[in-house]
């Protein structure tokens, strides 16, 4: 059922939060083997969060439209006593002592967290065969990736072991896993969700947001995901955004634009054809759509590997073997301490966008490449700033690809990062951008992505959402889950 369709029950008393809990935990134990979707439960607690809702449901109290949903959080984001792992070696005992803000608020509201979800270590990654306690398999085909960061999230709707769940997406970590698993994704601009509480990837890049099987859900989720926090110095102070409300299924006279960059030879057909074919019906129904180029798009993928590896080494500099991590037992010294604690417990991706990083701050390339793609990354945000002084959003593919087999890029760094072909641009130029399904690619699923103004949530999830009323590709199950 929708979030609209749980909460009327749940409220009505046809349905008890704690009975949904339930329901929830005996979906995923029967999938979970299968799927591997999470990286730990919290039964018991989830189900007193439930019971608790349940009582102030029986007195009458008016409670928020997520009182009693279930929800999974993506494992890089803290939940006071429980772990946070990140999927890694280097926290895999790590017992946070706090909770994230953007949690805390969805739990204010009365969600219901039932576990952590798998992801790439450290966020670092586009298929979740990074995590150190193994990989996340796409419900769709499981010889066939969920995608990444953020694949567990999306593997847990796809599967419908939960209604919602959030990810955090700092290249399209919500959204490709969104595209391959056939759900949405949402991408809220940056700044609009607190990063308080979330294990800092890139700071000036990293954003969380939800999974649902609708844009209906999803705008539920990101109402009560929004907030002013000061714990973070990049959260804008503004009122939450009313999303639910946005949506009134009219696109007539909106503009589209489609920029010719993010169609190029690298997309393949197979899912040029169901984007395309999504624009169509978007045009039926009122929508002015045009071709524009946007040339700064093409440095995208170049400089978001310079920006982010070099941001990442920064916040991973923390991971030591000092404080809260994993510590090697044998070390002579503190030197070899940290050498060899960071040796062990990063795993080969990690150490990899470190060690990238690491090398364009330092001294005699910050400025060969560091501050070129600082630059490189003005422009890609000022060409978005052009095309939308006459559009309202701008539409391309999610991903290059439908969903790609385990291990088929897995001594390929290249191919894996042109997974993000796509999705990188939103990031760089701090944009909300959703991913919606649209169609398939030989029997695996395609996503539509709906890029917008910043802090202009509103009118992204207004388009996805009329995309959705029109069409019913966000209805269709894999087989063995429906």
């Not at 634009?257 to 169509?280: T, W």
């Not at 991706?349 to 701050?361: D, H, Q, S």
């Not at 439908?402 to 796509?422: T, V, W």
């Amino acid at each position: 059922m929708s979030v609209k369709e749980l909460s009327s029950k749940l409220k009505n008393r046809e349905l008890k939060a704690v009975d949904l809990a339930m329901a929830t935990f005996s979906k995923i134990e029967a999938t979970e083997s299968d799927l591997h979707s999470f990286i730990s439960l919290r039964k018991e607690a989830a189900l007193l969060q439930a019971d608790s809702i349940d009582a102030k449901l029986d007195k009458g109290e008016e409670l928020s439209p997520l009182a009693g949903i279930p929800i999974t959080i993506k494992d890089n984001m803290n939940l006071r006593g429980e772990k946070t792992t990140c999927a890694s070696k280097m926290l895999e005992n790590f017992v946070s002592p706090f909770t994230s803000t953007a949690v805390q608020n969805l739990m204010d509201a009365g969600m219901v967290v039932v576990g952590k979800a798998n992801m790439d270590e450290f966020a670092m990654g586009s298929s979740t065969e990074n995590s150190a306690f193994g990989p996340s398999k796409n419900p769709w085909d499981l010889t066939r990736v969920p995608g990444g960061s953020s694949g567990g999230s999306a593997s847990a709707i796809a599967a419908g072991q939960v209604p919602v769940s959030l990810g955090s997406d700092t290249g399209g970590s919500i959204r490709q896993p969104a595209a391959f698993c056939g759900i949405s994704g949402f991408k809220p601009s940056y700044g609009r969700v607190s990063r308080y509480g979330l294990v800092a990837f890139a700071s000036s890049l990293d954003q969380i947001g939800p999974f649902g099987r609708s844009v209906e859900d999803i705008a539920y989720v990101t109402e009560g995901l929004c907030s002013h926090d000061v714990h973070d110095a990049t959260s804008v102070p503004a009122p939450a955004p009313q999303l639910v409300s946005a949506l009134t299924k009219d696109v007539r006279g909106l503009r589209i634009a489609i920029p010719k960059e993010l169609f190029s030879d690298e997309i393949d057909d197979g899912v040029k054809g169901p984007v395309y074919a999504a624009l169509d019906v978007l045009k039926a129904k009122g929508a002015i759509v045009e071709e524009v180029s946007m040339q700064a798009l093409v440095a995208s993928i170049a400089t978001y590997y310079i920006v982010a590896p070099a941001e990442a080494s920064a916040n991973l500099a923390r991971f030591d073997g000092v404080r809260y991590t994993s510590r090697i037992k044998d070390a002579a010294n503190l030197t070899e301490m940290f050498t060899k604690t960071r040796g062990q417990f990063f795993g080969k991706e990690v150490k990899r966008r470190i060690i990238l990083g690491t090398y364009a701050l330092s001294s005699g390339y910050y400025d060969a490449y560091y501050i070129k793609a600082q630059k490189a990354r003005t422009l890609i945000k000022q060409s978005f700033d052009r095309v939308f002084a006459n559009f309202d959003v701008v539409i391309s593919p999610t991903t290059p690809s439908a969903a790609f087999k385990f291990g088929e890029h897995a001594n390929s760094p290249d191919k894996m990062y042109i997974a993000d072909l796509c999705t990188i641009p939103a990031n760089m130029a701090g944009l909300p951008a959703l991913s919606v399904p649209c169609g398939f690619d030989n029997g695996m699923p395609v996503g539509l992505q709906i890029i917008g103004k910043s802090f202009d949530e509103a009118t992204v999830l207004r388009v996805g959402d009329a995309y959705q009323a029109f069409t019913d590709f966000h209805l269709a199950k894999p087989e063995a889950y429906a």
